[in-house]
């Protein structure tokens, strides 16, 4: 009965959750606590309690369009360590069917809940609301890759269609543009060509390339930016062309700067944005990644300027929409950023774990701090988000859990000062004065 046996516990942020909890249900009727702690161990709840189904949130279709969910593609290579690969194109044929406006797709976070044995496509439509379900598979065979996708209508279960590509390693680009450009007609009745030409990514030269440019994503969507940082560095060197290389290059390269302050990395993010930026001025990613640099650098137009073209070639992209938000933030539009956010969320009801310190952040422009203390504790064990929780409880007045929080901050960047906090890249100076208020009262020198 005692709470994660064998499992690693993080003692100091469960603190401020568990005695915001045991705050909320009061004792019990012996006076008691609800939650107990087990020393050396955790924590456990004491109320009898019973087992229910949970589901994710189903989302919504705007504008009733077509909504489509991509699940993971099965890895065949008889390999493990292939999952990158077969991650890979799975994700790039979201990104691909995500330039079509007359669909809706589901974000790659909540489709890849699905991993696994093939899950019943009654259940996934129920849990996305996904109409259509595109599954398949990746078998990596030396030189060669057999790539089969299949199209099927969630509600009825019935194949739409189904195709099986044997081909070069080089030319995984190519059938990548073909399924998506299949799904589309198949749904559609006729693919949006000249709506997406203009936005397509361009294909790398060199397959060693593409090959690290995959293993980068999948340590970036684990937040492992330093090895991301080191794949996409040899994806940028063996090829110099791939604009995207160099665009999650620098985004890497933002989050670093968020660790060490210097200088010199924001100097060499800029550079790999703008280098992706003249491989390839269509792709949203590119787009985005400059904006991201630029919100860094203070440039606030020009940031909002490229976020807006990175929305415009690829409006479903719920990580261009949690930026756009960010920088709406920095810019003293909180409410703008929460409907972007919301609007967000009905593409991926699972999103980003980032995504939560975004929208945090806003609740916390707009003075709603439970809400944003509710926000954080699902944006992850970051140092900036234990500082961003203390300023909230500290203009809640709960002194207590500020002073853990800032505790926590400090455990994890010891020389975190009130001078670091104030390099927050504001634009609105009464937004950038909120949180300083609130970094002031929880304690922060």
């Known amino acids: 009965d005692a709470a994660w046996p064998g499992r690693a516990v993080e003692e100091s942020n469960l603190t401020v959750q568990i005695a915001t909890l045991r705050k909320a249900l009061g004792p019990t009727d012996q006076g008691g606590d609800w939650i107990a702690t087990v020393p050396r161990v955790g924590y456990r709840f004491t109320a009898p309690v019973e087992r229910v189904e949970g589901s994710v949130q189903r989302p919504i279709a705007p504008s009733g369009k077509p909504t489509i969910a991509v699940l993971p593609f099965a890895n065949l290579s ?60 990746v078998r990596r065979l030396g030189s060669r890759i057999r790539i089969t996708a299949q199209l099927i209508d969630g509600a009825s279960g019935f194949h739409l269609w189904a195709q099986r590509y044997d081909r070069a390693l080089e030319d995984i680009f190519s059938v990548q543009e073909e399924v998506a450009a299949l ?24 397959w060693a390339a593409y090959d690290y440019y995959l293993q980068g994503r999948a340590h970036y969507h684990q937040y492992e930016m330093d090895k991301g940082e080191s ?4 994806s940028a060197e063996l090829d110099p062309t791939f604009a995207q290389g160099h665009a ?54 020009d940031a909002g300027l490229h976020f807006q073209q990175a929305r415009s070639l690829n409006p479903h992209d719920v990580n261009i929409a949690g930026d756009y938000a960010s920088w709406l933030n920095y810019g003293g539009q909180p ?29 916390f422009l707009l003075g709603r701090y439970a809400d944003a203390i509710d926000a954080y504790r699902k944006a ?37 000062s009130l001078g670091y906090l104030a390099r927050l890249p504001f634009a609105d100076p009464s937004s950038f004065e909120h949180f300083l208020s609130g970094f002031r009262k929880a304690g922060f020198l």
């Not at 198949?186 to 790398?204: F, K, L, M, N």
């Open 248 to 301: 999650y290059l620098a985004q890497c390269l933002v989050a670093r700067f968020w660790y060490d302050r210097d200088p010199r990395t924001l100097q060499s993010a800029l550079r790999s944005a703008r280098t992706a930026l003249l491989l390839d001025r269509n792709d949203g990613i590119c787009n985005q990644s400059m904006g991201l640099v630029l919100v860094h650098m203070r440039q606030h137009g």
């Open 183 to 206: 799904v589309a007609s198949t749904v559609q009745g006729a693919a949006e060509a000249d709506a997406t030409s203009r936005s397509r990514r361009t294909p790398p030269a060199d």
């Open 78 to 137: 008889g390999d493990q360590d292939q999952h990158y690969l077969s991650d890979g194109i799975t994700e790039d044929i979201i990104t691909e069917l995500a330039r079509y406006r007359s669909l809706v797709v589901i974000a790659r976070n909540s489709s890849f809940q699905f991993r696994g044995p093939a899950p019943e496509g009654a259940e996934v439509h129920r849990q996305l609301g996904a109409r259509y379900l595109v599954e398949g598979s």
């Open 380 to 416: 992850g064990d970051q140092f900036f988000i234990h500082a961003f929780l203390a300023a909230a409880y500290a203009h809640l007045g709960e002194m207590e859990n500020a002073h853990v929080a800032v505790e926590a901050t400090l455990r994890l960047q010891p020389d975190l």
């Open 231 to 234: 794949m996409f560095t040899r």
């Open 335 to 363: 409410q703008q950023s929460l409907a972007v956010l919301e609007r967000a969320i009905l593409l991926d009801p699972l999103p980003p774990v980032w995504f939560w310190e975004v929208k945090g952040s806003a609740l």
